[in-house]
């Protein structure tokens, strides 16, 4: 189970944006990054081909590693670390800082 998934509101803690907060868009688990909405946004020269009609200059976000955020806990509000605990037989997420179980 992962601690951080599609979905989420999470806060960047580390880079260039550090303060923002954003959407998790993607998780990508075997390089351990995740796209968040409007964070890390880079410039991308696109040319036209057969498949992109329209050339220009196109920004996009891109990927940031998964240890440079933090989720946001729906209960209380505050950035914190992400712990599990079993409830009636399934394994579900916990906030550190209020306790409250979520997923």
């Given at each position: ?10 806060k960047?803690i580390?880079g260039?944006?550090?303060g923002?907060?954003?959407k998790?868009?993607r998780v990508?688990?075997d390089?351990?990054?995740v796209l968040?909405?409007g ?12 498949t992109?009609r329209?050339p220009?200059?196109i ?6 590693h ?12 505050v950035?914190?670390r992400i712990?599990f605990?079993?409830v009636e037989g399934?394994?579900?997420r916990?906030?550190?800082?209020c306790g409250?179980?979520?997923d």
């Amino acid at each position: 189970m992962a601690k951080v998934k599609k979905g989420d509101r999470v806060k960047v803690i580390a880079g260039d944006d550090r303060g923002k907060i954003g959407k998790v868009l993607r998780v990508f688990p075997d390089e351990g990054r995740v796209l968040v909405e409007g964070v890390n946004i880079v410039t991308k020269h696109q040319r036209p081909t057969a498949t992109v009609r329209e050339p220009g200059i196109i920004k996009k976000e891109a990927p940031i590693h998964i240890s440079n955020v933090k989720v946001i806990c729906p209960e209380c509000g505050v950035p914190t670390r992400i712990g599990f605990a079993w409830v009636e037989g399934r394994k579900l997420r916990r906030c550190k800082q209020c306790g409250a179980t979520f997923d």
